[in-house]
């Protein structure tokens, strides 16, 4: 079965629609201050402490998607995203800021670095003749 070079660079803006909801914490921060009794800086280091790790596993995920494919990476990044973003309600709910910057910060920035990595590289892979418009699609989710 061939597969259109197009649907491929629409799941990738897809995927990075889905991760994208990781610069919505902001929108967050003030209730689960105010809820738990903690500093806004407190809980607003939990999305630095994402981004950061956004940063770092994007830097080396680049190799593992070409090793490994982005099937693998994309299924990796989502438990990690998704299991960090489950343990956040966790870590509110037992009231564990620690855990918050465990889970949100560390757990769902790695996941959303790995996210982040996975279309572009393949999307730029599908679209050779066309590598500005590719890496624009990906990075447009």
Not at 105 to 117: H, T
Request: glycine fraction near 14%; avoid cysteine; aromatic fraction near 14%.
């Amino acid at each position: 079965m061939k597969t259109n070079r197009y649907v491929v660079a629409f799941a990738g803006v897809m995927f990075h629609l889905m991760i994208g909801s990781v610069y919505a914490w902001s929108v967050f921060t003030n209730p689960i201050a105010k809820q738990k009794g903690w500093a806004e800086s407190s809980v607003a280091l939990a999305f630095s402490i994402a981004i950061f790790f956004l940063g770092m596993s994007a830097a080396f995920m680049g190799k593992v998607v070409e090793k490994i494919g982005p099937r693998l990476t994309g299924t990796i990044a989502s438990f990690l995203y998704g299991t960090g973003t489950i343990m956040t309600g966790w870590a509110i709910h037992q009231n564990s800021i620690w855990l918050l910057y465990l889970s949100y910060g560390v757990i769902g920035g790695l996941g959303l670095g790995a996210g982040y990595v996975t279309p572009v590289s393949t999307i730029i892979k599908w679209f050779p003749d066309k590598r500005g418009l590719a890496t624009g699609l990906a990075i447009m989710g």
